[in-house]
């Protein structure tokens, strides 16, 4: 499983012209793009949840759990390319959807279960996602 966390000031999702979720903190928030590959597991996702929950990336080396910082969760596929050879990545490293999906909410609702405001985006939907990267701050987590 891989996280890529970025520190925001505001982020969305928009599917089909309509936003689905947004985060607009009143100091910063963190956009969590979650990447799933074929060994990960509920007790995997768990991990990475409090791992992020108490990352000390805000502000004075704050954590989310510290400030109460709204996280928006976004599944990405793609943080499993392989760009090893050629000019097309291959994807066979990211786990299919039957298995990703239910990662992604096991992730997401343990952030809620340790105190989150966390919303999300729509597994599989064609998504924009914008946001407003605060510092920048770009981390990349993995266990």
Do not use: C
């Not at 956009?31 to 949840?49: E, F, K, S």
């Amino acid at each position: 499983m891989r996280i890529l966390v970025q520190r925001v000031t505001s982020a969305s999702v928009t599917v089909g012209g309509d936003v689905v979720a947004a985060i607009r903190p009143d100091g910063q928030g963190l956009l969590a793009l979650v990447g799933i590959t074929h060994t990960d597991d509920a007790a995997t996702a768990q991990r990475l949840a409090e791992k992020l929950w108490q990352l000390r990336i805000l502000d004075d080396e704050k954590s989310a759990s510290d400030l109460g910082a709204p996280i928006l969760v976004v599944s990405q596929f793609t943080l499993y390319a392989n760009t090893a050879k050629g000019r097309r990545p291959t994807w066979n490293a990211a786990a299919p959807g039957a298995v990703a999906e239910p990662l992604v909410t096991v992730f997401a609702d343990a952030l809620r279960q340790l105190g989150g405001h966390v919303e999300t985006g729509v597994f599989g939907a064609d998504m924009q996602v914008e946001l407003v990267n605060d510092g920048p701050v770009t981390v990349l987590l993995e266990l």
